[in-house]
């Protein structure tokens, strides 16, 4: 008979202290040890694979396991599908492709890893670096064969990569691959249903996961537990539930600097329930504390807003970000987002990043439009730009005069910018200017999983029955994410988590 182990209520928008969270693990699920509770259950309904989450992990692995021949079935928490997914820029990393094969551009899957072992300063649980970097290729290759995605012919190169080597979706988002991944699972018969809301997991005296508790968000009376429903996965259950990033209560245990001060960039629904619902189970947690901060928000708007389609990428290059209180550079602007982050979280105040008029032509169409005296201003000369931000202008005019030499002798001396010999001269008015704070982005930290993609415990044996892909597995990325991995990330892990769990044994 199937026992339920582990704690009824669920964490809503938790104020959590620290030492509730780490003590989440102890409080029941799957440990014999410290089983609380058991009851007989009687399962609502059952599927073979229960998929947790409908970003790009959630999707990955449902369409795997469908294409394997399981019974499929996901569980969104929001009204919306899709998480972060559904919102973000849509630009995935991809080692030795096509695009650079054209433009003459000398890549690898090692000097990907290269690449996120040195943003993520050796942290990494490299095995899985290595997993995602060699599936780089055949991954993007599935988005075009399977899914349908379409793909823009230019690619872009974000802070941290050493070589040009993203893709990005033809949209500039990423809803132009989830909406191709979810219409590939309606084409394959896989219903996601939406405000239902994992709310525990069910393990049996074995501790092998048997399914889930879940919860309709509208009809939940935690009274009278209306409005629960029990779903059992005969193989395997995915938890693709993103990070939490917008859980201030949570993000604050790990990173007590975090406060509801700094302003983050993710969906409402980034708040870790997902992820805490594991760790009850014995999930081992690691790297919760490592929380990236996106080092080209504005504070001049909510969100991630327009801005870091300006300085994420054209104005990081064709441009330079200075100190306002010094008129100095403070960083390399093609730098990854942990240096860029700490460099202007060290001045106390925010940066100031400009282009030219040569510069601001390269910006993709319309965004300049958009953010026109909001968050960005126009300046004819370097003084009117000086004198707005109150930079002191002589200061400032020998910057960037520095920075031009710099550029004129292909070597940036003060802070390597790797692609300093594709830089053009800071000066042709008029200027464009934009004030840069750091927002929360992305949990870099998750629970345990192996190469299988296999939540692991306590005793860093399996968990039976669970996998983990995407935002909320953790180790992956280390002490920092490069821009444009994880998309990656969760289209590999969850892929193979999906075709993992198609092949558990299903179980009576
Ligand atoms: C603004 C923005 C821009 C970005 N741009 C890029 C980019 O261009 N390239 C890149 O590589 N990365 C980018 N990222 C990061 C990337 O988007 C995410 O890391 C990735 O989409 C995470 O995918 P996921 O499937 O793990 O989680 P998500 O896409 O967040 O999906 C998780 C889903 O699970 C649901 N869920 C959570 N808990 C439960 C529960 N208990 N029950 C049911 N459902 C639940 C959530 O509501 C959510 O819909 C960006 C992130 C943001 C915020």
Same mark, same amino acid.
């Given at each position: 008979?199937?026992?339920?182990?582990?704690?009824?209520?669920?964490?809503?928008?938790?104020?959590?202290?620290?030492?509730?969270?780490?003590?989440?693990?102890?409080?029941?699920?799957?440990?014999?040890?410290?089983?609380?509770?058991?009851?007989?259950?009687?399962?609502?309904?059952?599927?073979?694979?229960?998929?947790?989450?409908?970003?790009?992990?959630?999707?990955?692995?449902?369409?795997?396991?469908?294409?394997?021949?399981?019974?499929?079935?996901?569980?969104?928490?929001?009204?919306?599908?899709?998480?972060?997914?559904?919102?973000?820029?849509?630009?995935?990393?991809?080692?030795?492709?096509?695009?650079?094969?054209?433009?003459?551009?000398?890549?690898?899957?090692?000097?990907?890893?290269?690449?996120?072992?040195?943003?993520?300063?050796?942290?990494?649980?490299?095995?899985?670096?290595?997993?995602?970097?060699?599936?780089?290729?055949?991954?993007?290759?599935?988005?075009?064969?399977?899914?349908?995605?379409?793909?823009?012919?230019?690619?872009?190169?974000?802070?941290?990569?050493?070589?040009?080597?993203?893709?990005?979706?033809?949209?500039?988002?990423?809803?132009?691959?989830?909406?191709?991944?979810?219409?590939?699972?309606?084409?394959?018969?896989?219903?996601?249903?939406?405000?239902?809301?994992?709310?525990?997991?069910?393990?049996?005296?074995?501790?092998?996961?048997?399914?889930?508790?879940?919860?309709?968000?509208?009809?939940?009376?935690?009274?009278?537990?209306?409005?629960?429903?029990?779903?059992?996965?005969?193989?395997?259950?995915?938890?693709?539930?993103?990070?939490?990033?917008?859980?201030?209560? *949570?993000?604050?245990?790990?990173?007590?600097?975090?406060?509801?001060?700094?302003?983050?960039?993710?969906?409402?629904?980034?708040?870790?329930?997902? *992820?805490?619902?594991?760790?009850?189970?014995?999930?081992?947690?690691?790297?919760?504390?490592?929380?990236?901060?996106?080092?080209?928000?504005?504070?001049?708007?909510?969100?991630?807003?327009?801005?870091?389609?300006?300085?994420?990428?054209?104005?990081?290059?064709?441009?330079?970000?200075?100190?306002?209180?010094?008129?100095?550079?403070?960083?390399?602007?093609?730098?990854?987002?942990?240096?860029?982050?700490?460099?202007?979280?060290?001045?106390?105040?925010?940066?100031?990043?400009?282009?030219?008029?040569?510069?601001?032509?390269?910006?993709?169409?319309?965004?300049?439009?958009?953010?026109?005296?909001?968050?960005?201003?126009?300046?004819?000369?370097?003084?009117?730009?000086?004198?707005?931000?109150?930079?002191?202008?002589?200061?400032?005019?020998?910057?960037?005069?520095?920075?031009?030499?710099?550029?004129?002798?292909?070597?940036?001396?003060?802070?390597?910018?790797?692609?300093?010999?594709?830089?053009?001269?800071?000066?042709?008015?008029?200027?464009?200017?934009?004030?840069?704070?750091?927002?929360?982005?992305?949990?870099?930290?998750?629970?345990?999983?192996?190469?299988?993609?296999?939540?692991?415990?306590?005793?860093?044996?399996?968990?039976?029955?669970?996998?983990?892909?995407?935002?909320?597995?953790?180790?992956?990325?280390?002490?920092?994410?490069?821009?444009?991995?994880?998309?990656?990330?969760?289209?590999?892990?969850?892929?193979?988590?999906?075709?993992?769990?198609?092949?558990?044994?299903?179980?009576?």
């Amino acid at each position: 008979m199937a026992k339920e182990i582990g704690r009824r209520d669920f964490v809503k928008n938790m104020a959590l202290t620290g030492a509730a969270l780490a003590g989440a693990a102890a409080l029941g699920g799957c440990s014999q040890s410290s089983a609380s509770d058991s009851s007989s259950i009687k399962w609502d309904e059952e599927t073979d694979v229960l998929v947790i989450g409908s970003g790009f992990a959630g999707c990955a692995a449902a369409i795997e396991a469908a294409l394997a021949g399981a019974q499929v079935k996901v569980l969104e928490k929001m009204d919306i599908t899709g998480g972060n997914s559904r919102i973000c820029g849509g630009a995935m990393a991809v080692a030795e492709s096509p695009l650079q094969e054209k433009e003459g551009i000398q890549d690898s899957p090692e000097l990907l890893v290269e690449d996120m072992l040195k943003a993520g300063l050796g942290l990494n649980h490299v095995e899985k670096v290595r997993m995602i970097a060699e599936k780089s290729l055949e991954t993007l290759q599935w988005t075009m064969d399977v899914l349908k995605v379409e793909w823009s012919d230019q690619m872009m190169w974000p802070g941290g990569h050493s070589v040009m080597r993203t893709y990005r979706a033809a949209n500039n988002s990423g809803s132009g691959i989830l909406e191709p991944a979810l219409a590939k699972l309606k084409e394959l018969g896989v219903p996601v249903e939406t405000n239902m809301k994992m709310a525990r997991i069910i393990c049996d005296e074995n501790r092998r996961v048997q399914g889930v508790e879940a919860i309709d968000r509208y009809k939940f009376s935690s009274d009278s537990g209306s409005g629960s429903r029990y779903i059992k996965a005969r193989k395997a259950v995915v938890l693709a539930g993103g990070g939490f990033g917008a859980n201030v209560a *949570l993000r604050t245990t790990q990173d007590p600097r975090l406060t509801e001060a700094i302003d983050c960039t993710n969906h409402p629904g980034c708040t870790g329930d997902a *992820l805490l619902e594991a760790l009850k189970i014995d999930a081992l947690p690691v790297h919760l504390s490592w929380i990236q901060l996106g080092p080209w928000a504005s504070p001049d708007e909510k969100g991630f807003g327009l801005t870091p389609f300006f300085s994420t990428l054209e104005g990081a290059q064709w441009g330079i970000m200075v100190d306002p209180s010094t008129g100095k550079r403070i960083i390399n602007e093609m730098g990854d987002r942990k240096q860029k982050s700490d460099a202007i979280l060290a001045t106390g105040h925010a940066a100031v990043m400009f282009v030219d008029s040569v510069g601001i032509q390269t910006v993709q169409e319309g965004v300049v439009d958009k953010i026109l005296n909001k968050t960005m201003w126009e300046f004819d000369s370097l003084d009117e730009l000086a004198s707005h931000f109150e930079i002191p202008a002589d200061a400032l005019k020998q910057e960037v005069a520095r920075y031009n030499s710099f550029v004129a002798n292909g070597e940036d001396l003060d802070f390597h910018k790797q692609t300093i010999k594709m830089a053009t001269l800071i000066e042709k008015p008029p200027f464009y200017a934009v004030r840069l704070w750091p927002k929360v982005h992305h949990c870099m930290g998750g629970v345990m999983t192996d190469l299988e993609c296999k939540v692991m415990d306590f005793n860093l044996e399996i968990i039976k029955g669970l996998y983990a892909a995407g935002e909320i597995a953790g180790g992956t990325h280390g002490a920092c994410r490069v821009g444009s991995c994880a998309i990656l990330d969760s289209l590999v892990c969850g892929r193979v988590a999906g075709q993992n769990a198609a092949q558990e044994d299903a179980w009576a």
